[in-house]
């Protein structure tokens, strides 16, 4: 069966004018908890020494953001934005959501240059390597609607919107 990922999207203009104007450190706080939760115990421990204390950098073009993080030897964690980074990866905002969904690989971005690294080409290719060996879950789009996460929620918390002084 052939897969044939979705035309390319680009933020229009006017979401990109916008995006541009937040501020940094909230997403930058977004990404390295999903970094934590997703790939922080499965990093192996060559590549977390490559990384430690490596300014890195997400560029989202389209929507003219960056998340500025890095390795702390046991966590991700986000950082001030500098003008120097060790790394920068770089792709539109689609095509950052096509690799999360495991329906783009990167060397195919990489080569239709869609995907962009910039810095240590070195530091470049074990990420790329480690990330495409790791066992990541798929970003499924589904899971994040507000009843999903609601619902998630609730799970979580046993008798969440009971009455006070009843039993769920």
Do not use: Y
Not at 32 to 40: E, K
Not at 50 to 71: E, P, S
Not at 79 to 105: G, K, P, V
Not at 115 to 128: F, N, P, R
């Amino acid at each position: 069966m052939n897969h044939t990922p979705p035309a390319p999207f680009t933020l229009p203009s006017p979401l990109a004018a916008l995006t541009s104007r937040l501020p940094a450190f909230p997403g930058s706080l977004l990404l390295v908890t999903a970094l934590n939760l997703g790939v922080a115990r499965q990093l192996p421990r060559d590549v977390g020494e490559m990384l430690l204390n490596k300014r890195l950098r997400i560029h989202v073009r389209d929507a003219r953001v960056t998340f500025d993080f890095t390795w702390t030897g046991g966590a991700f964690a986000p950082r001030a934005r500098h003008a120097e980074t060790d790394l920068c990866i770089s792709a539109s905002a689609h095509d950052f959501l096509l690799l999360a969904q495991r329906q783009q690989d990167p060397d195919t971005l990489f080569f239709n240059r869609r995907l962009v690294m910039e810095g240590d080409t070195e530091l470049g290719l074990v990420v790329k390597n480690t990330l495409d060996a790791l066992e990541l879950p798929v970003l499924d789009l589904q899971q994040w609607t507000p009843r999903q996460v609601l619902a998630r929620l609730s799970a979580l918390r046993p008798g969440m919107g009971a009455t006070p002084g009843t039993q769920p």
